[in-house]
């Protein structure tokens, strides 16, 4: 993927030549207020946007998170074609592959609160990418006693919708139950 920079004049002498300059990505803003960092398959796509602007060869991940740290709500791929596309929302956060598993946990512990019953569910929330798995997060809910109470738990979280913006790589479950002591 090629980042757009561009040269910003911050000071012109008389005759309007760039005394002072620096260099900016590139960025979008919607109508509505949205702003979206521009991104180009390749030099081709880039100089049909603007001849004169410059390409940075950059990681996808990178350009993502770039957006986000910029306060853009998007990645622009390709705005002046073949064809553009828009990277937001969740194709933008798994891109970027930021993962807050604080986040992530207290979002977990909300969609099961009604079943966490006198410690009898346990769970816990594990940061699995890189382990070959396929999916981003497991979570591991536990417990002892009533078995039915530990797989309403673990309903609850399959069926918790805010969990797949937050972990767009997808989140296991894994059920473990523990005897109760005799």
């Known amino acids: 993927m090629l980042a757009c920079v561009i040269a910003v004049a911050d000071e012109v002498d008389a005759a309007g030549a760039d005394k002072d300059s620096h260099m900016a990505v590139v960025s979008m803003v919607a109508a509505d207020g949205r702003r ?4 180009f398959t390749g030099l081709d796509s880039l100089r049909a946007f603007d001849p004169q602007a410059r390409p ?4 996808g991940r990178d350009v993502a998170r770039a957006a986000l740290d910029e306060g853009a709500s998007a990645v622009v791929v390709d ?3 073949p064809k553009a ?3 937001e929302g969740v194709a933008l956060a798994a891109l970027s592959d930021v993962l807050d598993l604080s986040v992530v ?6 969609c099961v609160a009604e079943w966490m019953v006198e410690g009898t569910v346990t769970l816990e929330v594990r940061d ?6 396929g999916i981003d997060v497991l979570v591991e809910v536990g ?3 009533d078995a039915h109470v530990t797989a309403r738990a673990a309903q609850a979280l399959a069926g918790c919708v805010d969990l797949g913006e937050l972990v767009p790589g997808g989140l296991g479950i894994a059920i473990h139950l523990v005897d109760p002591p005799t």
């Open 36 to 39: 979206g960092l521009l991104a």
């Open 56 to 59: 940075v060869p950059a990681l």
């Open 79 to 81: 705005v002046a074609g």
């Open 85 to 87: 596309v828009v990277l």
């Open 105 to 110: 946990e207290a979002a977990v512990r909300t």
């Open 128 to 133: 699995i990418r890189g382990e070959g798995q």
């Open 143 to 145: 417990g002892s006693g």
